[in-house]
């Protein structure tokens, strides 16, 4: 019986001894940004609305997401038309960006030091979302950028409020977010590009023409110049409401937007937007 015992307890430590080098050695999952390569220029317009908001917007390698928020009860709630409290903003976005730039040397795309920029689209609340949102960023001071005395401590995410809170600037001496600005409103006085890193425009203000056809020379013409002026006071260019069902049309504005150096392309075709950069977009194609 003893002898028996013995060979039994043998062959269990030899089976372990099989099995164990081959759980020990599995490889991690790969993490939802791995191999993909981060487009300067693209901007997920209402990123919530997408099947897997956030995740949709990294695997298609877009450096911009858009959320708007309604704050409901102290808390920041998705949703365009109306809150949608079983999703917030820590819960859809600051919470899972944790997790990715903590797993990634504290980035979201391997390799690449650039912050992924997370515009915070007030829809109501007004300036009390301020305070709340400094609160939840401050909580996250190894994932979001600062700012204090008009200079950035660069981190993993950089948050830009839009909305109720567009075209200001705030005084906080340490600020968790920054401002998204007007072309057309001019700004507060004295705010610099620290306090408004980029100016945001609807398209249908400033322009008539949809991608049918070509541009009207005077349209080309203004929008350059408005780049080059926004550019030389350290700003940033995003436009919204850019022509984005026809695919013809919206690729004859993309062409033009990415030759006037715009900084962020506004869509909700991720797919189509990547193609698009990979394919014309010197900077992406030169990366």
Not at 51 to 67: C, I, K, N, T, W
Not at 80 to 95: N, W
Not at 116 to 129: E, H, T, W
Not at 208 to 223: C, N, S, V
Request: aromatic share 6%.
């Amino acid at each position: 019986m003893r002898a028996t015992r013995t060979f039994l307890l043998g062959a269990q430590t030899a089976l372990a001894l099989i099995v164990l080098p081959v759980t020990a050695h599995a490889e991690p999952a790969p993490g939802p940004t791995d191999g993909v390569q981060p487009l300067e220029r693209a901007h997920a317009h209402n990123d919530y609305e997408h099947q897997r908001p956030l995740f949709d917007a990294l695997s298609h390698g877009f450096r911009s997401v858009e959320a708007d928020v309604w704050l409901v009860d102290g808390e920041l709630c998705i949703g365009h038309d109306a809150p949608d409290c079983s999703r917030t903003l820590e819960s859809l976005y600051l919470e899972p960006l944790a997790e990715i730039a903590g797993a990634n040397g504290g980035e979201i795309y391997d390799g690449s030091t650039e912050p992924l920029r997370l515009y915070v689209d007030v829809k109501d609340g007004g300036q009390a979302v301020w305070d709340v949102l400094n609160d939840q960023l401050n909580d996250r001071p190894q994932l979001v950028s600062s700012w204090a005395n008009d200079r950035e401590t660069t981190r993993a995410v950089e948050v830009v409020v839009s909305g109720q809170l567009a075209n200001q600037a705030f005084d906080d001496p340490v600020r968790w977010a920054s401002g998204d600005g007007r072309i057309v409103t001019p700004p507060p006085a004295d705010a610099t590009s620290a306090d408004l890193v980029v100016l945001s425009e609807s398209w249908t203000r400033l322009f008539t023409w949809q991608g049918i056809g070509p541009m009207p020379e005077h349209e080309r013409q203004k929008l350059h110049e408005l780049v080059d002026r926004a550019h030389a006071g350290g700003h940033e260019v995003r436009f919204w409401a850019t022509p984005d069902i026809e695919p013809g049309a919206r690729e004859a504005v993309w062409r033009e937007l990415v030759d006037a150096d715009v900084d962020q392309i506004n869509t909700d075709h991720l797919t189509a937007l990547e193609e698009f950069l990979k394919s014309h977009d010197p900077a992406e194609q030169n990366s």
